[in-house]
């Protein structure tokens, strides 16, 4: 299940409220990363398209910002209230065109079976987008954390050792969900970091977000036989195969050129 908000911490900070549907959270990790997302056409075009579920999306859902993704048919918000985040039962198989998370996976028991069932719900295809923070830029050498005593587990992408005894390497983890889960990316979210200020919460900010960010695409079956994703067979529209035509064409008549006249050669007035 996701975790129940366990209220202030020791020292009263408000960064000890769940991310996962904790009441009167402050914290608006899915909120921070729309902007950057949008500058990357992918999720426009390629993750964020038809139907999806945000698991862990209360109080900062997705569907907050529906529109400002056109492909989007539809976002089902879920969380505590519908069930466990880590098996999704209730949940069929091949359900949805993509499926998010913003920091849910450091709250389950067992991160490794929920990014599974999170697979399984998804339609080949279709993406994965989950995001979680990163133990150096968030926890930052403290485990059990400080900023959210709710964490159960902190992550990186991959380090050969730790400081933190609950430490998961995101790109191990992605081993263990077998062929079909294809990393499309995966990235240290420290554009605004501040390595040089002392231990803080740099979430609490309205531009920090010290965590990583892991997309994953769900392999068709015809895939998994092939031994990857090769192109397709069917044949363009007319107006693709001409001007596609014309690129190889105008690379042979550049290839001519330069064998009579060969490049960088040519140091005449201008």
Known sequence: ???????????????????????????????????????????????????????????????????LFSRIEGIRTWDIEDGSAQCMEGVADDSFDFVHS??????????????????????????????????????????????????????????ASSWSTRSLNLLDLVRELGPEAEVHRIELLDETYRYELPRYDQTLTPIGESGIELVLRKRQSEELERGGRLPGKGRPEHELRVHLNQYRDDRKTLRRASTEHPPFENDGEI
């Open 1 to 67: 299940m996701l975790a129940e908000s366990s209220g202030a911490g020791p020292d009263g900070d408000l960064g000890a409220l769940s991310r996962a549907g904790g009441q009167g959270d402050c914290v608006k990790e899915c909120s921070k990363s729309i902007q950057r997302r949008l500058g990357d056409s992918r999720f426009v075009t390629r993750y964020f398209r038809g139907k999806g579920i945000d698991i862990g999306g209360r109080p900062d859902p997705l569907a907050l910002y529906r529109e």
């Open 102 to 159: 913003s920091h849910c996976l450091e709250h389950l028991d067992d991160p490794c079976e929920g990014l599974k069932s999170w697979l399984r719900i998804l339609k080949p295809g279709g993406y994965l987008v989950v995001l979680v923070p990163d133990e150096d830029l968030y926890e930052q050498g403290v485990f059990p954390g400080t900023f959210n005593r709710d964490h159960r587990w902190t992550f990186t992408i991959c380090k």
